[in-house]
Nanobody, 129 residues
Framework: QVKLVESGGGSVQAGGSLRLSCSVSVYTHCKYDMSWYRQAPGKEREFVSS?????????ADSVKGRFTISQLSATDQYIVYLQMDSLKLEDTAMYFCKSDRPWNGGGYCDPWTGIDAYWGQGTQVTVSS
């Protein structure tokens, strides 16, 4: 089973920086397309950024120019980072890592269990004035 482990959240003043990490240690010989989402209190979960195995990246308009997503692929671990700079009060939220099913040229690497994607447990980011 794919388990996503997030870290790096915390409290920071407006204008500061944080770096979130999301790691997975199974099926590391396969390819992952991964994303970050966030959910503020009383609001729906929203897309923040994605990175695809071919290196393409996408950002929500609200974070363009301030957030940078990157990936590190190693033999025993795959990590996605979200560097968050120039943080604003409105960036305060629980941040979740999401992974599509790992895949390679032969199809999906994980057994079908009825779900199309995996989610991490979330890491809290709080930006204060």
């Amino acid at each position: 089973q794919v388990k996503l482990v997030e870290s790096g959240g915390g409290s920071v003043q407006a204008g500061g920086s944080l770096r979130l990490s999301c790691s997975v240690s199974v099926y590391t010989h396969c390819k992952y397309d991964m994303s970050w989402y966030r959910q503020a209190p009383g609001k729906e979960r929203e897309f923040v950024s994605s990175i695809f195995n071919d290196g393409q990246v996408r950002y929500a308009d609200s974070v363009k120019g301030r957030f940078t997503i990157s990936q590190l692929s190693a033999t025993d671990q795959y990590i996605v980072y979200l560097q968050m700079d120039s943080l604003k009060l409105e960036d305060t939220a629980m941040y979740f890592c999401k992974s599509d099913r790992p895949w390679n040229g032969g199809g999906y690497c994980d057994p079908w269990t009825g779900i199309d994607a995996y989610w991490g447990q979330g890491t809290q980011v709080t930006v204060s004035s």
